[in-house]
T-cell receptor
C-alpha cells in the first residue's frame, strides 16, 4: 500500500507570512497533484507535476516535485486570508493505475 | 469547465433507512469515484467505477453499494444507515488512462445519521 504523509497537519499564520507544506512517501509516484479544498466545498486541482525535479508556479504558490518522485512541497509566499483551506496532495501510482493515493491534508488558516 | 453535481449538500436520515446519494458529471468521464471524508482520516475511497455497470470496491466498501446505469451518473447507496456513516461524502470523476488525470470533485454531501 502506498502512503503519502503530509506535514504539518495544521498551520495557523498571519497574513503576509511565508509557509511550506510537505508531502512525503517511500514510494515512487508517476505524478503528483495538489488540491485545495475550501470549507463546504470539494477539492479543486491546483497543479500536476510529473517530472522529477519539476517546479511549477501559480502566482504566489510554488510547487516542487522531488528528484526521485517520492516527495513534493508547496510553498506559499506572503499568504493571504484567501489561501485558507485544506491542501491535499495526491500521488499517481507507477504502473498506470487510475486511482490516486491521497494524503490526509494540511489545514491552513491565514489570519488577517 | 467540468461540472460534478451532487444531489444534496446536506442530508439528515435515521438509523436503518436506505439512503441514496446521487452524482452526475457532464464531461463524459469514464471513471467515477465515491469517497468519504472525516477529520483526521483524509479521503477514503468507498467504491469506484471505470465504465457503465462496472464497479470496484475501494478501501471501505462495507455497508455501501453503488450503481452506474448511465455513464454520467454514479449513485452511492447506504443499505441500512448507521450512525458511524455520518460523514462528508465526495463524488469525483476523471478521464480514463493514467492516474495523472486530475479528479474533478463535487461540492460534497454532508450526511447525518440520527
Amino acid at each position: 500500500t502506498q502512503l503519502l504523509e503530509q506535514s504539518p497537519q495544521f498551520l495557523s499564520i498571519q497574513e503576509g507570512e511565508n509557509l511550506t507544506v510537505y508531502c512525503n512517501s517511500s514510494s515512487v509516484f508517476s505524478s503528483l497533484q495538489w488540491y485545495r479544498q475550501e470549507p463546504g466545498e470539494g477539492p479543486v486541482l491546483l497543479v500536476t507535476v510529473v517530472t522529477g525535479g519539476e517546479v511549477k508556479k501559480l502566482k504566489r504558490l510554488t510547487f516542487q516535485f522531488g528528484d526521485a518522485r517520492k516527495d513534493s512541497s508547496l510553498h506559499i509566499t506572503a499568504a493571504q486570508p484567501g489561501d485558507t483551506g485544506l491542501y491535499l496532495c495526491a500521488g499517481g501510482a507507477s504502473g498506470g493505475s487510475y486511482i490516486p493515493t491521497f494524503g490526509r491534508g494540511t489545514s491552513l488558516i491565514v489570519h488577517p | 469547465d467540468v461540472k460534478v453535481t451532487q444531489s444534496s449538500r446536506y442530508l439528515v436520515k435515521r438509523t436503518g433507512e436506505k439512503v441514496f446519494l446521487e452524482c452526475v458529471q457532464d464531461m463524459d468521464h469514464e471513471n467515477m469515484f465515491w469517497y468519504r471524508q472525516d477529520p483526521g482520516l483524509g479521503l477514503r475511497l468507498i467504491y469506484f467505477s471505470y465504465d457503465v455497470k462496472m464497479k470496484e470496491k475501494g478501501d471501505i466498501p462495507e455497508g455501501y453499494s453503488v450503481s452506474r446505469e448511465k455513464k454520467e451518473r454514479f449513485s452511492l447507496i447506504l443499505e441500512s444507515a448507521s450512525t458511524n456513516q455520518t460523514s462528508m461524502y465526495l463524488c469525483a470523476s476523471s478521464f480514463s488512462g493514467y492516474s495523472n488525470q486530475p479528479q474533478h470533485f463535487g461540492d460534497g454531501t454532508r450526511l447525518s445519521i440520527l
